[in-house]
């Protein structure tokens, strides 16, 4: 019964913290998710997927187009309450996209009892409160349905260490983070780029700067995120419960440890992490041709369908290709310590310019992005990725 009531109080709290963020747009979600209740009562397990799927998709895709109509046709500011609202419903699309899988996948099993409503209604319960939990309503992480439900049936019974230290320290570095990024964006403003009297390595600086500032916002996000999620119980990790550095079972991603990626593919993996991890199991998985670039196109199609995604998401998905190629040819050519220490920086400094590309590009969503990507020659080293690629494959086709 108390597992039951916390659960309760999840979907409560998520309702009115969707009701006062984004006012008549929260239907939105509410919406969402009545229909797939309505797909779980009336459609078969094996199905639920595909229909739950391309239903979700399509809601979200709508009103996607209809903030671009907004934006580029009718030239009028759109409400930030609709901006949360469809980016809320992003994150509505992972969970119940998680939970029809875990259902196709037989990993989740739901009875309903036809002769009683208050049987089929407390079975439900737990997948409300997933659904519209308000602990990951605005900003994630995604944990699986299971995860979700072993955490709250297992507050209170286990001694586990508490959080409220672990939370005090991960606000600390949000606060480092974004007094980082105020002194980033002062100094970005202070020396604006004039491609007129400015270097070119002046603007590869600076372009990298302005990237930098809007990445590290997404880590302050997710930070705040993860800690809301440890505050009410959630993201222990499961082997060693006595451990208050175990508080990183549920995180998307840690500046430290994604910045210092030296190939893209690593940051792929890093960037987002339970994103990442549900686009491949979505996606990559379960695509028989071509896994990696129909990831990205989907990826692409999530995020809003905008110039800047297209852009940023194919040179992404390039990237990471051509990453693979250029690994697996140098690696096995560096015998000293000396060259691999060269070829981790270079890495480093290829992969941090490429991401830049990529975040102006998606960041900024039109034409301008793409117009400072091209007076800055930024550009190039994604592009110059790509040349090498095709260099290579023709070197593996001759030989």
């Not at 094996?46 to 239903?55: P, R, S, Y």
């Not at 230290?165 to 002194?183: N, Q, T, Y």
């Not at 993860?226 to 959630?234: I, K, V, W």
Request: charged share 10%; with cysteine.
């Amino acid at each position: 019964k108390s597992s039951y009531l916390r659960i309760w109080n999840q979907k409560k709290i998520g309702c009115i913290l969707a009701v006062v963020t984004m006012g008549i747009y929260s239907s939105l979600l509410f919406a969402s998710t009545f229909v797939f209740i309505l797909l779980m009562c009336s459609v078969d397990s094996g199905n639920l997927h595909i229909w739950a799927f391309g239903i979700q998709m399509l809601l979200q895709t709508l009103w996607h187009l209809i903030i671009q109509y907004r934006e580029y046709c009718l030239q009028e500011p759109v409400s930030v309450r609709l901006f949360l609202a469809v980016s809320s419903s992003m994150l509505l699309t992972q969970r119940i996209t998680s939970v029809s899988m875990d259902l196709q996948e037989k990993q989740v099993k739901f009875t309903f009892d036809a002769s009683s409503n208050m049987k089929s209604c407390v079975t439900l319960l737990p997948l409300f409160g997933y659904i519209l939990s308000f602990t990951t309503l605005l900003g994630g992480p995604l944990c699986s349905y299971s995860q979700f439900v072993s955490h709250v049936e297992g507050i209170g019974l286990n001694l586990a260490p508490s959080p409220l230290g672990v939370v005090f320290l991960k606000l600390i570095r949000v606060s480092l983070l974004e007094l980082a990024r105020f002194f980033l964006i002062h100094l970005i403003k202070q020396n604006v780029y004039d491609p007129t009297r400015s270097t070119a390595l002046y603007g590869v600086l600076w372009v990298w700067g302005l990237a930098l500032a809007l990445r590290i916002q997404y880590y302050s996000h997710w930070r705040i995120s993860e800690c809301l999620n440890n505050a009410a119980g959630f993201g222990l990790g499961e082997n060693s419960p006595g451990d208050s550095r175990a508080w990183t079972g549920l995180t998307d991603g840690d500046f430290w440890r994604t910045e210092a990626s030296s190939r893209m593919s690593q940051f792929a993996r890093r960037w987002n992490a339970t994103t990442a991890s549900w686009l491949r199991r979505l996606v990559y998985l379960r695509s028989k041709h071509f896994p990696l670039f129909a990831t990205f196109g989907f990826s692409l199609w999530w995020h809003g369908l905008h110039l800047g995604h297209f852009v940023g998401f194919s040179t992404w998905a390039s990237a990471v290709i051509a990453d693979y190629y250029i690994h697996s040819y140098l690696h096995p050519k560096l015998s000293s310590a000396w060259r691999k220490l060269l070829y981790t920086c270079l890495g480093w400094i290829n992969t941090q310019m490429i991401v830049t590309c990529v975040v102006i590009a998606v960041e900024l969503r039109n034409m301008s992005g793409l117009r400072l990507l091209s007076v800055t020659f930024i550009g190039l080293f994604p592009l110059c990725n790509i040349i090498l690629l095709i260099i290579l494959k023709l070197n593996i086709v001759i030989l």
